[in-house]
């Protein structure tokens, strides 16, 4: 079975950090793109950050760049996204998704979701 299981939410005070880990089973990890979305009540779903995989490509949403940083480890299959200076904006719950192109993953439409992880950041 697919699995994107997705941890380290949590909560954190504006400038702390977190750092979100994806990790997946179940598929051929090193052909896809990876990426994290997150979704904060009555907002719509945005990609915060993409890691192009094999195919390289990264991006990161103009919200973020500077303060995430994407990255994979192919032996562990699994994508992280460390979190600095966070914003109260972040508050969100944060899914990973895989695809075999980072078009897809631009698109809203991967082949796989995870199940999301809760981060809330407080003022």
């Known amino acids: 079975d697919v699995q994107l299981q997705a941890s380290g939410g949590g909560w954190v005070q504006a400038g702390g950090s977190l750092r979100l880990s994806c990790a997946a089973s179940?598929?051929?990890?090193?052909?896809?793109?990876i990426a994290w979305f997150r979704q904060a009540p009555g907002k719509r779903r945005e990609g915060a950050a993409c890691n192009g995989g094999s195919r390289g490509g990264e991006w990161y949403v103009d919200a973020v760049k500077g303060r995430f940083t994407i990255s994979s480890d192919n032996a562990k299959k699994r994508v992280d996204l460390q979190m600095n200076s966070l914003k109260p904006e972040d508050t969100a719950r944060y899914y990973c998704?895989?695809?075999?192109?980072?078009?897809?993953?631009?698109?809203?439409?991967?082949?796989?979701w995870g199940q999301g992880t809760q981060v809330t950041v407080s003022s």
């Open positions: 998704a895989a695809a075999l192109t980072v078009g897809r993953l631009r698109g809203h439409d991967p082949a796989y």
């Open positions: 179940g598929f051929t990890f090193g052909d896809y793109a």
